[in-house]
């Protein structure tokens, strides 16, 4: 009879537990996605999570130094956990009575995610002062592509002597759109430097590029049918300008490196955004037509 008893105390302990851990886990809802599917291997991988607060009251979620109130189990192919790069504090985030926020993180700077693959994420979002009650996401599905090398280009740091950096550029069909990127690569390390998207592009013309003498990247290629796109980028991977071109009268603009190391384009139109922005506003306002009074 005591065995009976002593089974029903602890069958109900259990069923006590398990509905104030539910209880505890219903003040939140929390759910996770991606920017994307498919990403180049270097490039941000932007998770973004959102949280719902159920609880009735404000909620503050903070790191108290030992612990964080965002956790993410990110794994490769074969089940295994990817190293974080360190220590990762995600800041504040107050949420309102019955509302959401969402907070952006970029895993590929918190884990090592230099590699191409296939990969898994799931988030675990804790409840203010506890390391136990919270609420965790589904899993996300992502591939990191090694894209396809372009040009490269190796060159000196300015006002750094012996230190190098590799320019790359690479294709990659991400999304079913064909995209060009920019790759900075550490010359001592190999590591990467910065890698981003730089557009669409219609392989329909070669991609142009070349180093000026400040060492800064330039890069040019066709965007849309009717417009080329010209960047300017540093050995740290800064864009330091961007501009659209269209065609010339006579043919496709062209990047023309001068004697003194200085780099142009030529046989082109330089397109003003904003001087285009404003004439379309002009048309669209010329053709409204005033109220019909009766």
């Not at 949280?51 to 130094?65: I, K, M, Q």
């Not at 590929?108 to 296939?118: C, D, K, T, V, Y």
């Not at 996300?140 to 550029?169: A, C, D």
Request: aromatic share 8%.
């Amino acid at each position: 009879m005591r065995y009976w008893c002593g089974v029903i105390i602890i069958r109900s302990l259990l069923i006590l537990f398990i509905a104030f851990a539910g209880l505890a886990n219903a003040q939140l809802s929390a759910s996770l996605k991606l920017s994307k599917k498919q990403y180049l291997a270097g490039e941000p991988v932007i998770a973004i999570v959102t949280v719902t607060n159920h609880a009735g009251r404000e909620l503050t979620f903070a790191s108290d130094g030992r612990t964080q109130w965002l956790d993410f189990n990110l794994k490769d192919s074969h089940g295994e956990s990817v190293t974080p790069k360190g220590r990762t504090l995600f800041g504040r985030m107050t949420i309102r009575a019955g509302e959401s926020l969402a907070r952006e993180v970029d895993l590929a700077q918190h884990f090592q995610l230099s590699e191409p693959g296939n990969f898994s994420v799931g988030a675990l979002v804790h409840m203010p002062g506890s390391t136990v009650d919270g609420s965790s996401t589904g899993r996300v599905l992502f591939n990191q592509s090694p894209g396809v090398p372009y040009w490269s280009q190796k060159v000196g740091i300015p006002g750094s002597s012996g230190l190098t950096r590799e320019f790359r550029l690479l294709n990659f069909s991400g999304d079913e759109k064909s995209q060009i990127y920019a790759q900075i690569i550490d010359g001592r390390t190999g590591q990467n430097v910065r890698t981003f998207l730089l557009g669409d592009v219609l392989m329909l013309r070669k991609p142009l590029a070349t180093v000026d003498r400040q060492q800064r990247l330039h890069v040019m290629f066709l965007a849309t049918p009717t417009m080329w796109v010209h960047y300017q980028i540093d050995t740290d991977g800064k864009v330091v300008e961007r501009q659209i071109h269209r065609r010339g009268s006579q043919g496709d603009p062209q990047l023309l490196t001068f004697a003194d190391g200085t780099v142009r384009v030529a046989n082109s139109i330089p397109y003003d955004q904003k001087a285009a922005a404003e004439a379309k506003a002009k048309v669209r306002k010329a053709s409204d037509r005033p109220a019909v009074g009766y």
